[in-house]
Nanobody
Framework: VQLQASGGGLVQAGGSLRLTCTAS????????MGWYRQAPGKERESVAT???????NYANSVKGRFTISRDNLKKTVYLQMNNLKPEDTAFYYC???????????????????WGQGTLVTVSS
């Protein structure tokens, strides 16, 4: 099972980026999905989460600027980031609560499955 994140890059303050994370593998179910970020020298923090039914939660620092959404058929979660600020600079990681079958068709459920990070750099 993999979570493949993309969409990071370098942008000027006030600009926008859209992050995409797609789950692949022998997935049985995808539950809550989310985006987290970690800036140099800081702890990883939650940015936004979305439930299977579409209920969203945001960190106060991104409310009104970021929008999380998901496409359940595509097993994909998005993070639209507008009005980016230099303090948004960080590695962004997608996360999912999911169940999958291993090579022996044995089901497993994981509360926190992480993708690789994608770097977002916002210049002032």
């Amino acid at each position: 099972v993999q979570l493949q994140a993309s969409g990071g890059g370098l942008v000027q303050a006030g600009g926008s980026l859209r992050l995409t994370c797609t789950a692949s593998g022998r997935i049985l179910s995808l539950d809550d999905m989310g985006w987290y970020r970690q800036a140099p020298g800081k702890e990883r923090e939650s940015v936004a989460t979305v439930s299977t039914g579409g209920t969203t939660n945001y960190a106060n620092s991104v409310k009104g600027r970021f929008t999380i959404s998901r496409d359940n058929l595509k097993k994909t979660v998005y993070l639209q980031m507008n009005n980016l600020k230099p303090e948004d600079t960080a590695f962004y990681y997608c996360n999912a609560q999911l169940c999958y079958n291993d090579e022996y068709d044995t089901p497993h459920c994981v509360r926190n499955h992480w993708g690789q990070g994608t770097l977002v750099t916002v210049s002032s």
